[in-house]
């Protein structure tokens, strides 16, 4: 963990500790490296990132120092809805593994919250840019119809452009940066949080729930704040201007008195364990409920199957060589069922393969649409 992250958020070190409320602990996992802060009631828990590892707690130096969060996205899913996306992740799975089940999952449900940092700072900048103004061109078209001419009137709103500069003094408030690794991936997992709909951060909202420490430094993260900043702008220079367009926005910036804080948005993870003991995770987006995991079918009970099938087979063929040797004593009618009993025999043979075929095509779609 950067010490020197959370001394940065801080202005400096103090001496506050760490936890939100008394209730909470810090630890981190041993396998995947991530941290979180959690209820010391639900210690010691399997790493909710990689699912591999107990959490260990965290002492001494190794614990951060991060303030309480500014914001937070209450989770807007009732239980009902959470359960009934769990429902339908473990449902229609041929074969499924013996772990994946929705009680298994559901009995393994957190709630976890996920930080974002947030900037202020204050902008100084000179802009240029080319102002469209919308304007009206209204002219005449003649048509021939029903014998006689007539005239129609025709609006047409073209844009006329206009090159302008300015200077710019402005301090923008709570603009969004990544405080995870990955939060690219998790945004094309989860989808966006509408971050308007956060609320002040009120002391122990978020006590009974697991919150994933940042583990990505502001200064890391600044880049990728810098072009909402030049897109505020960009607006409110289209608005001063009383422009309906704006092209071609350039400016040269300076960026003071940043003030870094940051705001929790919600996500519900479960997993369960494949054929292999593998884990896959199940997350849930708590504002508005996109789903993402990976579905398994189980190659182990695709066997099993496949086992079942064949010994019917083989009871058929044994069957029916029995009622063929019979039948040389006499009775011709034996001859008959014998063959039968061998040709269905090699029927369900045949179809013996096909659980084995619907659980690759099933992994390989799910695979396509994970990647996808
Ligand atoms: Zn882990």
């Known amino acids: ?7 940065i958020i801080n202005g400096m070190r103090e001496s506050e500790n760490f936890s939100w409320t008394s209730n909470q602990l810090a630890a981190a996992c041993p396998h995947c490296g991530r941290a979180f802060l959690l209820p010391r009631d639900q210690f010691p828990l399997l790493c909710p990132h990689c699912f591999l590892a107990q959490l260990e707690e965290m002492g001494g130096d190794d614990v951060p120092e991060l303030r309480p969060p500014e914001l937070i996205i209450p ?7 959470v359960a009934q996306t769990v429902q339908n992740f473990a449902r229609g799975i041929w074969f499924a593994p013996k772990d994946l089940r929705p009680q298994q999952l559901q009995q393994r449900l957190r709630l976890l919250y996920l930080p974002v940092w947030l ?57 969004a940066a990544p405080a995870l690794e990955e939060q690219a991936d998790l945004e094309k997992q989860l989808g966006r ?28 993260a600044w880049p990728e704040a810098e072009p909402t900043f030049l897109q505020q702008a960009r607006q409110e220079c289209r608005l001063a201007a009383q422009a309906d367009h704006i092209r071609d926005f350039h400016w040269s910036s300076r960026y003071a008195n940043q003030h870094w804080t940051h705001l ?28 993402y995991g990976r579905r ?3 190659r182990q009970r695709a066997m099993t199957s496949v086992i079942m099938i064949g010994l019917v087979a083989v009871l058929c063929w044994g069957l029916g060589f029995a009622a063929a040797l019979l039948s040389l004593y006499g009775e011709g009618a034996l001859l ?10 090699l029927c369900i043979a045949a179809c013996a393969l096909i659980p084995l075929f619907v659980v690759w095509y099933f992994n390989w779609q799910e695979k396509r649409k994970a990647e996808g």
């Open 264 to 291: 929790l948005q919600p996500v519900y993870v479960t997993h369960y364990f494949d054929d292999s003991q593998q884990p896959h995770p199940l997350l849930i987006n708590g504002q508005t409920g996109q789903a």
């Open 336 to 345: 008959t069922l014998g063959g039968i009993l061998i040709f269905t025999g």
């Open 75 to 81: 989770p807007a899913l009732t239980s009902q809805q």
């Open 296 to 298: 398994r079918a189980s």
């Open 119 to 175: 900037v202020d700072s204050d902008v100084q900048a000179q802009w240029q840019a080319e102002m469209g103004f919308n304007y009206q061109v209204v002219s005449h078209q003649e048509r021939f119809a029903n014998g006689k001419w007539r005239t129609q009137e025709v609006k047409e709103t073209r844009i006329r452009w206009e090159p302008r500069l300015g200077q710019l003094q402005r301090r923008y408030d709570n603009v």
């Open 193 to 220: 949080y509408d971050l308007q709909k956060s609320q002040t951060y009120q002391p122990g909202a978020a006590a009974n729930a697991l919150i994933r420490l940042p583990n990505r430094p502001p200064q890391d």
């Open 1 to 7: 963990m950067d010490q020197g992250v959370y001394a």
